[in-house]
Each structure stands twice: as structure tokens, then as C-alpha cells.
């Protein structure tokens, strides 16, 4: 397929990989709970690993293997005590299985920063593996699970990261935070924003499982802490001196490019919807 894409632009193959992507994501979301977790469980896995290879490029150690595994297992667990499958009890247990990793790095003796291989370790399963846990929390927060939660907040991002593209294309002139992302612009932003004001107010009038009011902050929370998400994984790509997080995904990137905005929306979304 890759050999196919090549041929087109990257406007083109943006187009086409996120066509086929949206249809994947949204028809597993619709389709079952179970197929929701199995396609963001895909896609915590390999985040998280593209998030461990890029702090190896940086030299540093992390232990890729048990932090992988153990954001999985928040992922998992988050999801079971959601679906009412085992008790919420079960978290006690991440504590001393996390716990090992220091043990692991112990006995690695000719490792020069130990402490901080260990921290690149845990902020893996920090930045990655809680939020996609929290997308579980709203998806259950009314009781069941609500593809029409996740799939809402899904539309919202992409419309936020879609009118930002083309309106900081067309009209972006006013830096927004040059230092950083030199290509984003105010313009973007109030463009993304004016997309995703639209999108939440079409949702709202379609979907009576939330109120406007609450359609349009998620729609707030996504433009801002979408935006900022974008931000900090730029700030993470030029510390390590790389364009894309990675090649998987054709004419976006890697993973972590193309659900950055995502991984800062949601603590504030689940936290948003579980407090109001």
C-alpha cells in the first residue's frame, strides 16, 4: 500500500490515509465496545513505543519493554473495571509491577544515567498510556458505553486539526508560537477553533446525550489543550532534532503526530464530564 501512496503528494496521501483511517476508527468505535478497545489498544501500543524509540535517538535508556507493558496493562484494566468485569482493586496492582522497573535498572550497571532512563520510562506511561486509559472514563461515563462520546470527540479533534491546516494554509500570517512550530499561526487556530465550534454545535443538535453547553466546552477543551498537545510534542521532536515522530503512517507520520492533540484533551475532557 505504502508503494501505492508514494506516487501522490503528501496532501494526497494525507487525504487518503485519513479517509481509510476515519473509516477503520469510527466503524470499530460503532461497532462494539470490545472493537473500540482492540483499535485504541493498536494504537496506544505502538504510541507508546514510537514515544520510547524517539528518547533512544535522544540517548537515552528507557526500558521499553516493561514501560510498554505496563501502560497496556493501565489501558486494560481501566477498561475492565469500566465495563463492570473486575474490581477496580485490580490498579493496586500496577504499583509494584511499575515498581520493578527500578529494580530492572539496579542491576544495569554500565548505564551513566540510570535515574533518568527510569523517569523517560514513566513518563511513557504518563504521556501516552493514561490519557488513552481516561478515553475509556468518558466512554463509560454515563453508565454503558457511548460510541457517540468517543466518536464526538474524535470529529471535534480532526475538525480542530483539520480547519487549522487549512486555514493557517490560506491565511496564516501571525505567528502563534514561532520558538516551537514555526508553521502554526493564529490564523490556524481561529480557524480550527470556527470548525470546531461547528462540528459540536451539528453534534449537539443530533445527539441528545449531552447538552450544548457541555458539546460546546469539549469543544473548547479540544481546541486548547489540542493545541497545546501539538505544541509539546513539536517541543519534544525539535529537542531530539526530527521532522515526524515516525514513518507508520503515510503522509502524517507517526503516531504520536497524528493523536498528539488527543493525548493532552482528554485528562481535561474525562475530567470536565466526571466533575459536571
Known sequence: MRSHLNKYNNLTQRVIVAILGVIIIISAIYWQAWSYFVVFLIITFFSIREFYKLVGIAGFLPLTFWGSLTGILIYTFTFLVQMDLIDSGIFYLVFPFSSIIYFIKLYKKSEIRPFANIAYTFLGILYVAIPFSLLHVI???????????????????????????????????????????????????????????????????????????????????????????????????????????GESIPGHGGFLDRFDALLLSLPFIAAFLKLF
Open 139 to 245: 466512554a463509560f461515563c454515563m453508565g454503558n458505553y457511548h460510541f457517540e462520546l468517543v466518536t464526538g470527540i474524535l470529529l471535534l479533534t480532526w475538525a480542530s486539526d483539520t480547519g487549522g491546516y487549512f486555514a493557517g494554509t490560506l491565511f496564516g500570517k501571525t505567528k502563534l508560537f514561532s520558538r516551537i512550530s514555526p508553521k502554526k499561526s493564529w490564523e490556524g487556530f481561529v480557524g480550527g477553533a470556527l470548525l470546531t465550534f461547528a462540528i459540536a454545535y451539528l453534534i449537539s443538535n443530533y445527539v441528545d446525550i449531552l447538552p450544548m453547553w457541555k458539546w460546546m466546552t469539549i469543544g473548547i477543551l479540544t481546541v486548547i489543550a489540542g493545541t497545546y498537545g501539538d505544541l509539546v510534542e513539536s517541543l519534544f521532536k525539535r529537542s531530539i532534532k526530527i521532522k515526524d515522530s
